[in-house]
């Protein structure tokens, strides 16, 4: 396949992008099985960024065929073998995370300084830490004789691309799994590149395919016979159906949806470190976050304290051009998501929240959403009840830690939450009480391979992370051990 040089800005000479890239599948790029393709645009300028395959039913089933056929051998390997290839994965992300990084940023707008010191590090930090497992699977915790699965069919979003798929395929493939992936259609390319790694490390044809497409490809492969097991990120609204779709089957399931993660400042909380974990936590990657602290829940009695020191830290936040290292918000994803989050913010004001947002100038070109803050919002509000996922902030009140405990579980979602206070008992009792998968302690959006990760309630079910991780690639041995 031809590369073509992109040129200027400076940094972005740091990546070569093809100007058309096809299908990975059974360890070679092909075109769609009906030539069609679609654009991958970069959200920060509208230019169009490359021409990506978008993969037929056709391609659904050779690419699970491949990943069937692939999975004899791979799932027999001594797990010692297998860990090789995930650690040298892992090492060639690391020796491409420069390239990687400005990829991911113009495929999906987040800053630099994001990909650069978060996604990539937790991406190779990901495959570091399941490479590790590959041949201690009998530790695991299911049983002296776990096995594989078989073929996981696997599909993720657009706001970490490349973790997201980090965070699918090394438990996948440590665990003795093949793997057929859908991206996003707006974030196709460091999937793709991804595939090119794949072939670097020597990785056998068919272990890990990479189908690119739109919501239909996604149907496709989780309705196909040849798989054993789905694994999504997304929506709510597209996890319903694809459990649906699933039922009824013998597919194992798991399912990371939405959230409206709460945020509790207690009075006695270090306001400078609540204020910094606060931008973080509805800030970061511009808020499109699942677990994003979206509700900010304040005690009442340090309610103006907090809000001035927020607003005057807001009014330093940088939004533009993402690939300039200084940015600290970046472009939204998408048309169709800065649309809805247009939207959702224009409720609060119409349902009577108070709207603010400091001054500042948005680029012509690309989407963008300047941080903003919704104070006077009730438990009625769509934009306290709803998932936003852009940099939208809802600020509520309460008087006593029971209060916040309610108003932090009045929630369809349950992925996480976040304690500000100095008092340990009170971060360990409210912890026990929060119906929240992950719960964050004086800091926020903190990630760790080592952690499980997921949720309760409408958030979906199943962990990722951790030695939990595993159980949702594994099926446990019978007790004597036979397979
Ligand atoms: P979705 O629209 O649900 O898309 C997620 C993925 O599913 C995309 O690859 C999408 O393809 C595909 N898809 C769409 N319709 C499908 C169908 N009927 N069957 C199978 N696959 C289908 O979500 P999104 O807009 O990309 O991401 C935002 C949402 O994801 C938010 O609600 C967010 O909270 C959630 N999210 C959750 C987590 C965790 S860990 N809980 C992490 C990230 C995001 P297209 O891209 O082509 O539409």
Not at 225 to 250: H, L, N
Not at 253 to 278: H, R, S, Y
Request: proline share 5%; glycine share 10%.
């Amino acid at each position: 396949m031809a590369f073509e040089y992109a040129p200027a800005p400076e940094s972005r000479s740091v990546v070569e992008i093809a100007s058309s890239y096809g299908l990975f599948i059974d360890g070679e790029f092909r075109e769609a099985s009906d030539g069609k393709v679609f654009k991958s645009v970069s959200p920060s300028s509208e230019e169009v960024l490359s021409e990506v395959a978008q993969a037929s039913a056709e391609d659904v089933d050779a690419a699970v065929k491949a990943a069937r056929k692939a999975f004899e051998k791979w799932s027999t390997l001594p797990g010692s073998e297998r860990a090789k290839y995930l650690f040298r994965i892992a090492r060639i992300i690391q020796e491409r995370s420069r390239e990687l990084a400005v990829l991911e940023t113009l495929d999906n707008g987040k800053p630099i300084r994001e990909t650069r010191d978060a996604d990539l590090p937790l991406v190779a930090a990901h495959f570091f830490y399941y490479a590790g497992w590959a041949d201690k699977l009998s530790y695991a915790g299911f049983g002296p004789n776990p096995r594989p699965l078989g073929v996981a069919g696997q599909v993720i979003p657009w706001n970490f691309p490349l973790l997201m798929l980090a965070w699918k395929i090394a438990p996948a493939l440590a665990a003795g799994n093949t793997v057929v992936l859908k991206p996003a259609e707006t974030t196709p390319l460091s999937a793709l590149f991804f595939a090119d790694i794949c072939r670097q490390a020597g990785l056998p044809k068919g272990v890990v395919n990479i189908l690119t497409g739109d919501g239909s490809t996604g149907a496709a492969l989780v309705a196909h016979e040849g798989i054993d097991k789905v694994a999504f990120t997304g929506s709510t609204a597209v996890g319903k159906q694809i459990a649906r779709t699933v039922a009824g089957t013998d597919k194992k399931l798991t399912l990371e949806l939405g959230g409206k993660g709460a945020n509790i400042v207690f009075d006695d909380a270090p306001i400078d470190q609540a204020v910094e974990g606060i931008v973080n936590g509805i800030f970061f990657n511009q808020g499109q976050v699942c677990c994003a602290g979206s509700r900010l829940l304040v005690q009442e009695s340090i309610q103006d304290e907090l809000l001035d020191a927020l607003k005057r830290r807001m009014s330093t936040l940088r939004v533009g051009d993402p690939l300039d290292k200084n940015t600290d918000i970046g472009a939204i994803n998408s048309a169709e998501q800065l649309a809805r989050i247009t939207a959702l913010a224009d409720s609060g004001e119409a349902e009577g929240a108070e709207r603010w947002a400091p001054a500042c100038e948005l680029p012509s070109h690309g989407y963008w959403f300047a941080p903003t803050l919704f104070t006077g919002v009730t438990q009625a509000h769509r934009i306290a009840r709803e998932e936003i996922f852009g940099p939208v902030l809802s600020v509520l009140t309460f008087r006593t830690p029971a209060e916040a405990v309610a108003k932090a579980n009045n929630s369809q979602y349950g992925l996480s939450a976040g304690i500000w206070t100095e008092k340990g008992s009170r971060m360990l009792a409210v912890a026990d009480k929060l119906r929240a998968g992950v719960v964050w302690a004086n800091t926020f959006n903190k990630f760790d391979p080592t952690s499980p990760f997921g949720g309760y309630k409408e958030s979906g079910f199943g962990r990722e992370g951790g030695r939990h991780g595993l159980e949702a690639y594994l099926a446990p041995s019978s007790p004597e051990g036979e397979r």
